[in-house]
């Protein structure tokens, strides 16, 4: 009775380890869906942004989160700037007249934020294992 019970701790601390080493992934994942979607409808790139947020909330409190904090820094950035291409969207969309502190325009760039947050998945990939 001892052994069985002894085995059944040792799978359930083993599943919740394996957890943890998936979240780093399932992270990035909703990330990529996130930059995916981005060229689509408004609708969907707003929820796949909201579905990458949830996810990298839950993940940056987690163990591994604090074990690999430059993975944590470039998703971050990537669904920043991800966020900052659907504000360019709907934005530019909308014809929101924006300015900076000095009151000069100022325009969000779709492009460029787009760029940016390709280039922070592909930092982050290199810390997947």
Do not use: C
């Not at 869906?33 to 689509?40: N, S």
């Not at 796949?48 to 904090?69: Q, Y």
């Not at 950035?77 to 966020?83: D, F, G």
Request: no cysteine; proline share 2%.
């Amino acid at each position: 009775m001892q052994k069985i019970l002894a085995l059944i701790l040792i799978v359930l601390f083993g599943m919740v380890n394996f957890g943890y080493a998936q979240s780093a992934k399932d992270t990035y994942k909703a990330a990529k869906k996130a930059e995916l979607k981005a060229t689509g409808s408004t609708r969907d790139a707003e929820n796949s942004l909201a579905d990458a947020r949830a996810e990298f909330d839950l993940f940056k409190d987690s163990k591994e989160a604090k074990k690999n904090p430059e993975f944590t820094t470039h998703i971050d950035k990537a669904i920043n700037a991800l966020r900052e291409a659907a504000a360019a969207i709907y934005l530019n969309k909308e014809g929101v007249p924006l300015k900076d502190k000095q009151g000069a325009p100022l325009k969000l760039s779709y492009s460029d934020a787009m760029s940016k947050a390709t280039r922070e998945l592909e930092a982050a990939k290199r810390y997947l294992k």
